[in-house]
């Protein structure tokens, strides 16, 4: 792109009278460059079976393009009509526990239904033939949020049973990773294959859930494969993630059969706004294809299916937010959505323009914005973080850990949010990296939560980024389980064990939180662990911390060993939100990883890169409602947004909810 795209979702179709005109004009006075159409609305693209109308959608386009208004149109496919309900009751989602959604929720259809497809490939061929060579319309969003669903039809029951045939080949294969001998629950025959209801066994579990994310991955590949028969070479096929990480998502994969991603993240306002909320979701969506991306939704004003959270932003986060998005790496921001509901759940949804559809606080805030942008956009678009850190995030495991918890309060995700929140607030930034990831060797660190399901290979791996002179931080559970959910029968931590330069036999619950001996990490108070910890019996490995208790305080809590010209940090036991940061910076300061970013302001973020000029570009947001001033430390350049020039060392001064964006020259 040649600079950034901003704007909304807009539905002509959900106004409460005409006023495509009056709106099209406020975007235009706004500076409003692109929107997003179609994909909430199939019952009026096709009112009844297999007649199809556009003069309702064409008037849009062209008054969009006139107007100089870019436009990604969404298939329809995530929210059925009416009548097609009427027709086809079977094609509706029964779930796990036996139990149907009916008609009135969105996606309650079921991916696999032939029926559903053949519906949903006729209205695709349609849409998608009817504008691929109009010249307002820039690319095309598959579907909308898709989930898996949760389906457990006849069909996807009698799926899972082929799949399992394409994976294990025979029975005897399936009875011994999973060892269905226990319990006499031994298969003989594939016709044996019981359905998924009421299963405990964790293998099985986490088979299911791979193959659940493979219909909603299958699934968008086809609709991306059906666009790609038509669009022109200029247009693109995305699709919009919905705030992930999400566990019954494969985004990985997903993101493979996508020219580009697109991610839906929604955060806190006022007081709770902290730039979090838009980065990590950001930061994992640039990591899937290692390029830029889009956000096609977003905060404009209050948001919630009710009333009872409505906390709409102060002056200046609705700006600073579109720069949390670009400094992660996004080229276009879009807002859900242009108006507000006046009827349906989302009614409290709000857009930038409230219910009485005129300017408000809000639009005055992107008119602002967007003008800004026709500006520093070619400057700021493309922009490409350089990191030397990475989270290694494992569905897999987040599954295995959720059918095995070890905590009421603590699991997967809670992990991989604490890791991602020391960096933040460290400013140190991350990339995300997969088990299947191969170029781990660019990172200088890599954080490991709880990589409980994991196969000897990918475990080598990273034992081999450790010899190559990596810095591994990994989490306790890490290596028990192979990739099948299986307990390795080797001695704990398995193929980690000479990287890790312990093992371990033994682990204990904690009932209550345990000190560390001697306070090691000079955090006062915040000198626990919780949760859980294992035995460690050092080998090799240094300890850096001991529990301080009569029984566990033999067993170290925290050790390091060296491998190679690399390093291994073991965590094993839940680290306070301070222990875990003063660790963090252990390792980074060892990497070198550490400078005057961390000596920032507490509310002030700082994100760093190249445009697509080449040129190093240094982002300083303020999330606060003060004034703060800080030393810039880097080279001469010029501030963006201010038009100033810089110097190094010269003190910088950010008003509250304000940002600077450094060039250096």
Same mark, same amino acid.
């Given at each position: 792109m040649d600079t950034v795209l901003y704007g909304a979702a807009y539905y002509t179709e959900y106004m409460p009278y005409e006023r495509l005109g009056k709106d099209v004009e406020l975007m235009q006075q706004a500076g409003i460059n692109v929107v997003r159409v179609g994909e909430s609305s199939w019952g009026l693209w096709e009112p009844e079976d297999g007649r199809f109308a556009y003069a309702w959608m064409d008037r849009v386009v062209e008054r969009m393009h006139q107007a100089g208004i870019k436009v990604i149109m969404g298939t329809p496919t995530?929210?059925?009509?009416?009548?097609?309900?009427?027709?086809?009751?079977?094609? #509706?989602?029964?779930?796990?526990?036996?139990?149907t959604i009916g008609y009135g929720l969105r996606q309650n259809v079921d991916l696999l239904s032939p029926v559903y497809r *053949?519906?949903?490939?006729? /209205?695709?061929?349609?849409?998608?033939?009817?504008?691929?060579?109009?010249?307002?319309?820039?690319? *095309?969003?598959?579907?909308?949020?898709?989930?898996?669903?949760?389906?457990?039809?006849?069909?996807?029951?009698?799926?899972?049973?082929?799949?399992?045939?394409?994976?294990?080949? =025979?029975?005897?294969?399936?009875?011994?990773?999973?060892?269905?001998?226990?319990?006499?629950?031994?298969?003989?025959?594939? =016709?044996? /294959?019981?359905p998924r209801e009421g299963i405990l066994n964790p293998g099985w579990k986490l088979e299911w859930e791979r193959y659940s994310q493979s219909i909603t991955t299958d699934f968008l590949a086809w609709q991306a494969t059906i666009v790609n028969q038509y669009r022109r070479p200029d247009q693109f096929v995305t699709h919009d993630l919905a705030g992930p990480p999400r566990p019954e998502i494969n985004e990985n994969d997903v993101s493979k059969n996508l020219d580009v991603v697109a991610v839906n993240p929604y955060h806190g306002t006022q007081d709770r706004f902290d730039g979090i909320g838009s980065s990590l979701p950001g930061d994992y969506t640039r990591s899937l294809k290692h390029t830029n991306y889009l956000v096609t939704e977003t905060n404009a004003q209050t948001i919630g299916w009710d009333s009872k959270q409505q906390y709409p932003p102060y002056d200046g986060q609705l700006r600073l937010d579109v720069y949390t998005h670009l400094s992660s790496g996004a080229n276009m #921001?879009?807002?859900?959505?242009?108006?507000?509901?006046?009827?349906?759940?989302? =009614?409290?949804?709000?857009? #930038?323009?409230?219910?009485?559809?005129?300017?408000?606080?809000?639009?005055?805030?992107?008119?602002?914005?967007?003008?800004?942008?026709?500006?520093?956009?070619? !400057?700021?678009?493309?922009?490409?973080?350089?990191?030397?850190?990475?989270? %290694?995030?494992?569905?897999?495991?987040?599954?295995?850990?959720?059918?095995?918890?070890f905590s009421e309060d603590v699991d997967y995700s809670w992990m991989v949010r604490q890791f991602y929140n020391t960096l933040y607030h460290e400013n140190i930034g991350v990339d995300f990296v997969f088990p299947e990831s191969t170029e781990l060797t660019k990172y200088k660190v890599i954080l490991v939560p709880p990589l409980y399901v994991a196969s000897d290979d990918v475990l080598n791996r990273l034992v081999e980024y450790v010899r190559g002179g990596g810095n591994l931080v990994m989490s306790f559970k890490s290596g028990f389980t192979n990739e099948y959910d299986t307990v390795r029968w080797s001695m704990a931590p398995g193929p980690l064990r000479q990287a890790a330069g312990f093992r371990y036999q033994e682990f204990s619950s904690l009932r209550t939180p345990l000190a560390l001996q001697g306070d090691p990490f000079k955090v006062g108070d915040e000198n626990k662990v919780s949760e859980w910890a294992e035995m460690l019996i050092l080998e090799s490995a240094r300890a850096l911390a001991y529990y301080d208790h009569p029984f566990f305080g033999k067993?170290?809590?925290? =050790? !390091?060993?060296?491998?190679?010209?690399?390093?291994?940090?073991?965590?094993?036991? #839940? %680290?306070?939100?301070?222990?875990?940061?003063?660790?963090?910076?252990?390792?980074?300061?060892m990497a070198g990883l550490t400078g005057s970013d961390q000596q920032l302001p507490a509310p002030v973020h700082a994100k760093h890169g190249t445009n697509r000029y080449g040129h190093t570009l240094h982002y300083y947001l303020n999330y606060s409602s003060d004034t703060q001033t800080f030393q810039y430390p880097y080279r001469a350049g010029e501030d963006l947004l201010a038009q100033a020039r810089v110097t190094s060392s010269q003190t910088l001064t950010l008003k509250p909810w304000d940002l600077a964006i450094i060039e250096e020259k």
């Open positions: 995530y929210s059925i009509p009416a009548w097609m309900y009427k027709e086809h009751p079977e094609i #509706v989602i029964t779930k796990l526990d036996g139990q *053949f519906y949903c490939e006729r /209205v695709i061929r349609k849409i998608v033939e009817r504008y691929k060579d109009n010249p307002a319309v820039i690319g *095309f969003q598959i579907d909308n949020e898709t989930p898996g669903g949760s389906a457990a039809n006849h069909d996807v029951q009698a799926g899972f049973v082929s799949y399992l045939q394409h994976k294990f080949k =025979t029975v005897d294969e399936l009875n011994r990773e999973w060892g269905l001998n226990y319990w006499g629950q031994r298969l003989n025959d594939w =016709t044996e /294959v019981p #921001v879009e807002y859900w959505h242009w108006h507000s509901i006046h009827y349906g759940q989302e =009614t409290y949804w709000k857009g #930038v323009l409230s219910h009485d559809l005129e300017p408000n606080r809000a639009y005055a805030e992107v008119s602002r914005t967007a003008h800004e942008l026709q500006r520093v956009g070619p !400057r700021i678009v493309n922009f490409k973080p350089s990191n030397k850190v990475a989270i %290694l995030f494992s569905n897999d495991s987040r599954h295995g850990i959720d059918f095995m918890k067993y170290p809590a925290i =050790t !390091r060993n060296k491998l190679g010209s690399g390093t291994l940090t073991y965590e094993g036991t #839940v %680290l306070s939100d301070k222990l875990q940061d003063k660790v963090l910076l252990d390792v980074l300061q």
